[in-house]
């Protein structure tokens, strides 16, 4: 099925089933410790041995020699594979670096060799006998060292866009900021380290894997080992966290299936969490200049965004100025990336990719302009709002309902007691404070597919390598194909995350649940035509209701139209060009109060508030859970996430879980999230965009925008930690 033209009225409008907050149908399963994930196939793959990955101890260099002698001789050792016996090794379309490294070295903890025993504890031991000598070559390991040297990135299509005369427009504005902010490196830090088992069964390699795409996957895995494609099979039926650390291949996968041919058995592996930070991607820093002009009144003129981040040769920039690009009204406009080459691990997408870090300084630039222009920070939004791309003017959202979110938001937070002057509010020892941030993140669509049967028993087996990332993929495909055919949920099975089901779109970027259900829309189409022909009616005229087709006349139920035997149907979504003639973006309001400690600097958050507009809320709770998680992360990201590069040697020092700090339940309050009633029928049939990311997007910002109000200390350089404000508080009373 192609999506061309714009939806109207279909089964999903019925809203009986999709558009409820319905619990999630893999709940109990992961709560009662029932799900299996990847290293638990144990039923699937017995008798695995253990893989040890041994990471290079250098930045940058060669390897003059690695002697596994000692290693092979070692308790229970059945292999160790290096660059010297694993044969000729590829990469993945979608991987910077080398997954076996050497004997060049392109960063810190690349993997190097495997070491296969009968235990964890052997292979673990053994890898420490593994004897490496290494030639290190001098690296580049800071940022601001290298933005001199920085370059357009060659990987986008617009490294530098220009609208109107920025440069004109902004010398001649009678109210400018010129002001620069900065990001660090920040980890995903999922819960669940990237982990694989690997079987060979003669040629055909099967592998149990935690990755969010499985088809990029599959491709990727084939492409690295050299090996047909057919002969790759992946499956991934739960995901303990990714946050786009786990959309493409990554080394555990690869030394897995290494180490299974090597030891002629079914080999797992898992990274250690130094290796989980380290060898697999992460956010990029960033280095971000922000100069906005506008008039007395306080509508924009001129605006430009510039940055510049760092990635090892061939890898892609942080896309931090794509938000600015078309999120307030200005004639004289300037968007500028800059590619720094670097030697640290490959940095790659992490949640809301570009906008996550791009809103945490145009946001905060947004509240220093409308202090100096002495206008309250949401009207001087809403003064600057567009209902068309700014760049492309001929072109207008398909929906943007941006000025609705900040006023609901303020209503609801009560931003009309928030004091305009900094440091005047206070809680016995705490500065309070008041902080607001737009939200904003583009829509994407992505072909998708799906198979969905009619069992003999009456109900209905759904079909597809969507992946469920703990966001509720299983519930909200179980739903959508509810509403199609007419049934309870209770008669709907959802299978995920196989390569030998139809191809989807899978979890990423905020296009998974719109995407993946719009393919089982498709498909489901295509099984009621069939139905309806089997039961003998009018397909174009068959309504699907309480477990029965019809066409105006007496209904026939569905498990008597099985009886004759199981009908399946599959099929695919692919999109037009509605999404190149309307912009289709999701837009949102974030709204923060915290307290800073007068005497330490201690922030804490008080409560929360975010307003979303994401076209179709296909499950309330399960959209909620994603939002009030990505709010969690947002906090994260402003007040305690950073990796610390060690700018000799060229590594995150602190790569694991005691050192990387993430918010805990004690750090995070009163959550609330709004979902504004809203279709999008230019997205696709469902009606729906995606909301993950959008939660994100923006919070940092209002927390930053938050301290400041509370003490008048104003912080560009994340994460806002003590140390930064504690000289510049106002004197304890």
């Known amino acids: 099925m192609k999506f061309t033209t714009p939806a109207t009225t279909n089964p999903i409008d019925q809203l009986k089933v999709v558009g409820q907050p319905v619990d999630r149908i893999d709940g109990r399963l992961k709560t009662t410790g029932s799900a299996t994930y990847a290293y638990e196939q144990n039923q699937a793959a017995p008798h695995a041995a ?78 420490a006998l593994v004897k490496v000598d290494y030639a290190r070559q001098p690296g580049a390991f800071d940022l601001r060292d290298a933005m001199a040297s920085a370059v357009p990135p060659k990987s986008e299509a617009k490294p530098e866009d220009r609208v109107g005369d920025f440069e004109g427009g902004y010398a001649s504005a009678p109210v400018k900021l010129d002001a620069s902010y900065t990001t660090p490196d920040q980890s995903h830090a999922m819960m669940e380290p990237h982990a694989s088992i690997a079987a060979w069964n003669g040629d055909q ?51 897995a299936a290494l180490g299974a041919k090597a030891a002629g058995r079914p080999v797992k592996v898992t990274l250690q969490r130094a290796l989980t930070i380290n060898n697999t991607t992460h956010r990029p820093a960033t280095v971000q200049r922000i100069r906005i002009g506008a008039t007395r009144e306080g509508r924009i003129s001129a605006i430009a965004h510039e940055s510049w981040s760092g990635n090892l040769p061939g890898g892609s920039p942080e896309t931090a100025v794509s ?152 519930t909200i495909i179980a739903q959508t194909a509810a509403e199609m055919l007419g049934l309870p949920l209770e ?92 912009q289709q973006s999701t837009f949102g309001a974030h709204f923060v109060e915290v307290g800073v400690d007068v005497a330490t600097g201690e922030v804490r958050v008080r409560r929360m508030l975010a307003v979303c507009a994401a076209g179709r809320i296909l499950n309330p709770k399960t959209a909620r859970s994603q939002v009030i998680g990505a ?43 709004i979902f504004l009633d809203e279709t999008d029928p230019m997205s696709s049939p469902m009606k729906a965009k995606g909301v993950g990311e959008l939660g994100l997007c923006g919070v940092g910002a209002a927390v930053a925008n938050a301290v400041y109000n509370a003490t008048g200390v104003r912080v560009r350089d994340y994460p806002i930690t003590l140390d930064k404000m504690l000289d510049k508080l106002p004197a304890v009373a």
Not at 348 to 362: D, F, H, S, T, V
Not at 381 to 390: C, E, W
Not at 555 to 561: A, N, S
Not at 632 to 649: F, H, R, S, W
């Open 50 to 127: 253990y893989g040890y990955v041994v990471g290079a101890a250098i930045a940058k260099g060669r390897i003059n020699a690695i002697d596994t002698t000692a290693a092979r001789r070692a308790a229970g050792v059945l292999a160790v594979v290096t660059y010297e016996n694993a044969g000729p090794i590829g990469k993945g379309n979608f991987n910077t670096a080398m997954l076996l490294g050497g004997p060049e070295v392109q960063h810190y903890h690349q993997a190097i060799a495997v070491v296969v025993a009968e235990t964890f504890e052997q292979a673990r031991a053994a890898a």
């Open 323 to 474: 938000q600015t690009r078309l999120m307030y009204a200005a004639p004289n406009r300037l968007t500028r990336m800059r590619l720094a080459t670097l030697d640290l691990p490959e940095g790659n997408a992490m949640r809301a990719p570009g906008e996550a870090p791009g809103l945490m300084a145009l946001e905060v630039a947004m509240d220093e302009m409308a202090e100096k222009l002495k206008i309250d920070p949401v009207t001087f939004r809403i003064i600057n709002d567009t209902t068309v791309d700014p760049e492309h003017r001929e072109r207008k959202f398909s929906q943007r309902r941006l000025v609705q979110c900040l006023r609901q938001g303020a209503e609801r937070f009560g931003w009309q007691h928030r004091q305009v002057e900094p440091g005047k509010t206070r809680d016995g020892r705490w500065l309070v404070g008041m902080g607001v941030a737009v939200a904003f993140r583009n829509n994407i669509v992505m072909k998708s597919g799906a198979r969905v049967r009619l069992e003999r028993d009456g109900t209905v087996t759904v079909e597809t390598d969507m992946t469920d990332i703990g966001t509720g993929s299983y």
């Open 491 to 582: 008669r709907i099975t959802v299978r995920l995350g196989d390569s030998a089901y139809p191809a989807s779109s899978g979890s990423g970027g905020q296009w998974g649940a719109n995407s993946s259900t719009a393919g089982v829309y498709a498909a489901c189409v295509k099984l009621r035509e069939q139905i309806a022909r089997a039961a003998g009616l009018d397909a174009a005229a068959a309504e699907f209701t309480d477990s029965a087709v019809r066409a105006g006349g007496k209904p026939v139920d569905l498990l008597q139209v099985a009886a004759n035997g199981v009908i399946t149907a599959e099929d695919t979504m692919e999109y037009g060009d509605l999404d190149k003639r309307y």
């Open 205 to 255: 390699l099967t592998l149990w894997t935690s990755n969010q795409m499985i088809n990029w996957g599959k491709a990727d895995l084939a492409k690295t080992l050299g090996i047909p494609a057919d002969k790759v099979r992946l499956i991934s039926p739960y995901i303990g966290g990714g946050f786009g650390g786990k959309l493409f291949l990554r080394a555990e996968a690869v030394m």
């Open 631 to 673: 709010m969690t992360m947002g906090v994260g990201g402003a007040l305690m996430e950073e990796l610390a590069v060690d700018k000799k040697l060229g590594y995150f020092v602190n790569h694991d879980l005691a050192g990387y700090e993430v918010p805990v339940h004690a750090d995070i309050p009163h959550q609330d999230v």
